[in-house]
């Protein structure tokens, strides 16, 4: 058994003596849209503290739990506060709990996450689902030995985030009446914001949207034969020829602002999840 897997396991055997719930979705919070977990009717409550190999959150924005409960009559497991590559951990500990969650039964992985617009016709506030992503963290939670047993040495990725599941949410947008909008996210190191001839280069390489997350957990879901649906929240406008200075607080607000849509499009989408 390869080190990986073990960890895995110790984890694993670590939750199942809090929980017996085996979960099809899983959904992972990102910068100020913790709210959803306040919609989930909790059966056990995890700090990543006690889960063994688990890394633990510095963000302050993000809690370090993982909640087991029924969102919208199905069984979740959301992971309230993640982990980004600027705090200082490998690729494999920022993704180490999407593998814990693929082997707690999670079939469907939701990632949400805040993120800079930098498609002109996107404005703060928006959401925008995600439909291909560029990874430029200059690395990949895949590199090192590959352990068969959990994917295959080249996954493919040539849908990184499910259709049917895109489909799904834009089908729940136009009901609710929800504004959404649909583009490519680009990750970014961070933690520093990008400059005015950065924006213009991602821009130019067909992004839409900027963030420091999301392409790590998608890679190794992708990796573990799991669905993927991406959704970002607009909380900034990133337009070289505009650009003003911003700070973690005004994200914060436009996100908290932005969570009663996005709580309400996440939850129909796990509702008419078919598991």
Do not use: W
Request: glycine share 8%; charged share 25%; proline share 5%.
């Amino acid at each position: 058994m390869s080190e990986l897997k073990q960890q895995i396991m110790e984890a694993l055997n670590f939750i199942r003596t809090r929980t017996k719930l085996e979960p099809k979705i899983g959904i992972i919070l990102g910068t100020g849209l913790g709210g959803l977990a306040k919609e989930i009717e909790a059966e056990t409550v995890i700090d990543y503290g006690d889960i063994p190999h688990f890394p633990i959150s510095t963000v302050e924005s993000h809690h370090g739990k993982l909640i087991f409960g029924k969102l919208s009559g199905k069984d979740v497991v959301a992971m309230q506060g993640r982990f980004h590559y600027y705090e200082g951990y490998t690729m494999k500990q920022i993704t180490f709990p999407v593998r814990v969650m693929k082997f707690l039964g999670v079939k469907y992985l939701l990632i949400s996450n805040a993120a800079g617009g930098l498609n002109p016709l996107f404005r703060k506030g928006d959401l925008m689902i995600i439909t291909d992503h560029i990874n430029l963290l200059g690395d990949n939670p895949l590199i090192g030995p590959n352990d068969d047993e959990l994917g295959p040495r080249f996954p493919d990725m040539s849908e990184p985030y499910s259709k049917e599941l895109i489909e799904l949410a834009e089908q729940i947008a136009l009901e609710e009446k929800i504004r959404v909008q649909k583009g490519v996210y680009v990750a970014m190191t961070g933690p520093s914001l990008e400059t005015r001839a950065e924006y213009r280069f991602l821009r130019l390489i067909g992004a839409d949207a900027v963030g420091m997350s999301t392409v790590p957990e998608n890679i190794v879901a992708n990796h573990m034969g799991m669905k993927v649906f991406g959704i970002s929240v607009i909380t900034d406008e990133c337009f070289p020829d505009a650009l003003q200075p911003l700070s973690i607080e005004e994200v914060i607000r436009v996100a908290s602002e932005t969570e009663p849509k996005l709580t309400r499009l996440m939850k129909l989408l796990v509702e008419k999840i078919n598991v």
